[in-house]
């Protein structure tokens, strides 16, 4: 069993250019959390994707967006690249009933 | 607002020793908590989680937590420390009552573990 997918592992970008990285649940799971964890600091809350819809938000601007496909996979698109978007980013995946978050090993993005 | 803190950046133990990473939290309601382990260039592994019943909680990897509700902490422990525990480890609160809401985390505490 697959546990959750990142695509890619390591992604180099301009500033001002556009990003989009996926991610596969694990086999089960309908919900889809996205977040960033800058270096040195613990991962922060992007947002989390449920039945195709947003469903929760943190505090991050509107040049971060996602998506959710009906087999529950999911994206996460970054306009606009700053320097600071330079973080990696990491794709949990869970399921109604469950409790724990499972993650991916991340897509490392740096913005030049 | 829900938060935790881990006010340790570093812990350093010797091979064999018991090892302790400390945590702490702030929840209005009955808090859910997670310890998950990072190693380098890697996402995120669940280690252990309390949700409700025994204070105690084992995991994975010999790991266990200690859940203590009046000191509001949730402090990781293992009797005996190998060098491959060596990895950054975090502590964190579900942020809301859904069981799949989000996950606030702490800053982070880096385990050394010296041969």
């Known amino acids: 069993d697959a546990g959750v997918t990142q695509s890619p592992t390591h992604l180099i970008k301009t500033r001002g250019q556009q990003v989009t990285l996926r991610c596969s649940p694990k086999?089960?799971?309908?919900?889809v959390s996205w977040y960033q964890q800058a270096l040195g600091q613990g991962p922060q809350f992007i947002f989390q994707?449920?039945?195709?819809?947003?469903?929760q938000r943190g505090n991050f601007p509107d040049r971060f967006s996602g998506h959710q496909f009906p087999n529950y996979s999911s994206e996460l698109n970054v306009n606009a690249l700053l320097l600071g978007d330079s973080a990696l980013y990491l794709c949990?995946?869970?399921?109604?009933?469950?409790?724990?978050?499972?993650f991916g090993q991340g897509t490392r993005l740096t913005v030049v | 607002a829900q938060s935790v803190a881990q006010p340790e950046d570093q812990v350093n133990v010797a091979e064999g020793n018991p090892l302790t990473v400390k945590c702490t939290y702030s929840?209005?309601?009955?808090?859910?908590l997670f310890w998950y382990v990072q190693y380098p260039n890697r996402g995120l592994q669940f280690l252990l989680k309390?949700?409700?019943?025994?204070?105690l909680v084992k995991g994975s990897y010999g790991f266990e937590a200690e859940f203590n509700k009046s000191q509001t902490s949730f402090h990781l422990k293992k009797p005996s420390a190998l060098v491959s525990d060596s990895a950054l480890y975090f502590c964190?609160?579900?942020?809301?009552?859904?069981?799949?809401?989000?996950?606030?985390f702490g800053t982070g505490t880096r385990l050394q573990v010296f041969p």
């Open positions: 949990a995946s869970s399921q109604q009933g469950l409790t724990e978050a499972f």
């Open positions: 086999s089960g799971h309908d919900t």
């Open positions: 994707y449920y039945e195709e819809e947003e469903r």
């Open positions: 929840v209005s309601g009955n808090p859910y």
């Open positions: 309390y949700i409700t019943g025994d204070n």
């Open positions: 964190a609160v579900r942020g809301g009552s859904y069981n799949t809401d989000k996950l606030i």
